[in-house]
């Protein structure tokens, strides 16, 4: 599975960007779809995760209810809306992939096997 992120760029505190991650396989049932954040001199954190099958999420309590994660079927790719951005929240973002699991899981890092390149997301305050 080839993950392919894109949409980052510089806003100011309080805007939105959306993050889309492009896949390259062609179904993903049984996948879950994640993305993590990695600031300078900090250790990668999940940010929102989804199943596919279902549309189950889950998000880190720090971006609950200004970030949605949502899927496209049809082209198999995965979005984060940002909306309400804050200086903290700058940070490289990656979208992640892994096949199987249980929801529990689906919030933890270890357990994700596919990454796409990061993708830089700068908010200025």
């Known amino acids: 599975v080839q993950l392919q992120a894109s949409g980052g760029g510089l806003v100011q505190a309080g805007g939105s960007l959306r993050l889309s991650c492009a896949a390259s396989?062609?179904?993903?049932?049984?996948?879950?779809m994640g993305w993590f954040r990695q600031a300078p001199g900090k250790e990668r954190e999940f940010v929102a995760a989804?199943?596919?099958?279902?549309?189950?999420?889950s998000y880190a309590d720090s971006v609950k209810g200004r970030f949605t994660i949502s899927r496209d079927n049809a082209k198999n790719t995965v979005y984060l809306q940002m909306d309400s951005l804050k200086p903290e929240d700058t940070a490289v973002y990656y979208c992640?992939?892994?096949?199987?699991?249980?929801?529990?899981?689906?919030?933890?890092?270890?357990?994700?096997?596919?990454w796409g390149q990061g993708t830089q997301v700068t908010v200025s305050s």
């Open positions: 989804i199943r596919w099958s279902g549309g189950s999420t």
């Open positions: 992640a992939a892994k096949s199987g699991g249980i929801t529990s899981t689906m919030r933890d890092i270890k357990t994700y096997n596919y």
């Open positions: 396989r062609r179904t993903f049932n049984n996948y879950f």
